[in-house]
């Protein structure tokens, strides 16, 4: 089995800062892209950034500048530094992993962490 774990979410006042990560465990051989989505209430749930195995990384427009993902392949983490966080990035933070869990498999699974609350308010 396979497991995502999300932790580093919490209350944060407008213009600070918070360091999201999420650790994959479990069955797997290697893993793909990984990334951040985040879901706010009433609305869908949207890509915020995300990074491949070798790298590059890509981000939602209203987030370039304030937000950094990075990984660790080593430790299987990924991590979401914000900084300068407004009022509109409350949301639940989930990460994805795209993962081949045996050199025999020939895809790429998308699994989910359960999610992590940011709330940024004064």
């Known amino acids: 089995q396979v497991q995502l774990v999300e932790s580093g979410g919490g209350l944060v006042q407008p213009g600070g800062s918070l360091r999201l990560s999420c650790a994959a465990s479990g069955s797997i051989f290697s893993i793909n892209d990984m990334a951040w989505y985040r879901q706010a209430p009433g609305k869908e749930r949207e890509l915020v950034a995300a990074?491949?195995?070798?790298?590059?990384?890509s981000y939602l427009d209203s987030v370039k500048g304030r937000f950094t993902i990075s990984r660790d392949n080593a430790k299987k983490t990924v991590y979401l530094q914000m900084n300068s966080l407004l009022p509109e990035d409350t949301a639940v933070y989930y990460c994805?992993?795209?993962?081949?869990?045996?050199?025999?498999?020939?895809?790429?699974?998308?699994?989910w962490g359960q999610g992590t609350q940011v709330t940024v308010s004064s």
């Open positions: 990074i491949t195995s070798g790298g590059t990384t």
């Open positions: 994805s992993a795209d993962i081949r869990i045996t050199r025999w498999s020939t895809v790429f699974i998308k699994y």
